[in-house]
Every structure is written in C-alpha cells, then in structure tokens.
C-alpha cells in the first residue's frame, strides 16, 4: 500500500500563488509517475500535471489549462511532489489530488492506482 498525504491548500486571491505538497509514504517502486489532478464542483476529476518518478529522468507535462503557470517538481530523498501554482485565477478553484500509477506517466485517473485525500484550493476574484 501507499499512503500520499496533501498540504499547502487555502484561499488566495487571483494572480496569487500557492505551493501543494504530496507526501508518498508506504509501499515504494523501482520507478512510477505522480500526478496532480482537480475536481471542481459538479465536475468531472481533471489532469493538471504528472511527472516520472525514475532517478535521474522524468521530464514532466501538463494540462493546456495551466501550462506556463503551474510547475511540478519533486525530491526523490523525501518521496514527496509539489505543485507550484502561480497565476492563480478562479477557475483553479477546486480539490487537488495527488496519485500515483504504476504504469507510468499518464493524463488519464482510470491509471492511476493511490489517490491522497485532496487538498482545498480557493481563488477568490
């Protein structure tokens, strides 16, 4: 089993910043991806950014809709992934998660095996 464990989400007005952090914990692979996702209310769960987790590789990617704004990075020592949110505008309000698949990078939540339990994200305008 994996655990991930959510922080650094709040309220922020628009154009502000703020920085997610994942923790992974349990289980841990040779190799695997992490990925932020985003559920709005009354929306469907969408891919924000995913990165590899392979030591000394991982070239990561992201959704159109943040791209240029937000960054993923991660520290393979202390298993944990963060999601740098600038440019924050209210349409980036919702719950963030953080997963992880084992079958590589992937913008698609059906492949990805451990979900966190979400982190809130409000931008008010």
């Known amino acids: 089993q994996v655990q991930l464990v959510e922080s650094g989400g709040g309220l922020v007005q628009a154009g502000g910043s703020l920085r997610l952090s994942c923790a992974a914990s349990?289980?841990?692979?040779?190799?695997?991806?992490m990925g932020w996702f985003r559920q709005a209310p009354g929306k469907e769960r969408e891919f924000v950014a995913a990165i590899a987790i392979v030591w000394g590789g991982g070239s990561p990617y992201y959704a159109d809709s943040v791209k240029g704004r937000f960054t993923i990075s991660r520290d393979n020592y202390k298993n944990t992934v963060y999601l740098q949110m600038n440019s924050l505008k209210p349409e980036d309000t919702a719950v963030y998660y953080c997963?992880?698949?084992?079958?590589?990078?992937?913008?698609?939540?059906?492949?990805?095996?451990?979900w966190g339990q979400g982190t809130q994200v409000t931008v008010s305008s």
């Open positions: 997963a992880v698949s084992q079958g590589g990078l992937s913008h698609a939540p059906d492949r990805y095996d451990y």
């Open positions: 349990g289980r841990t692979f040779s190799s695997y991806a």
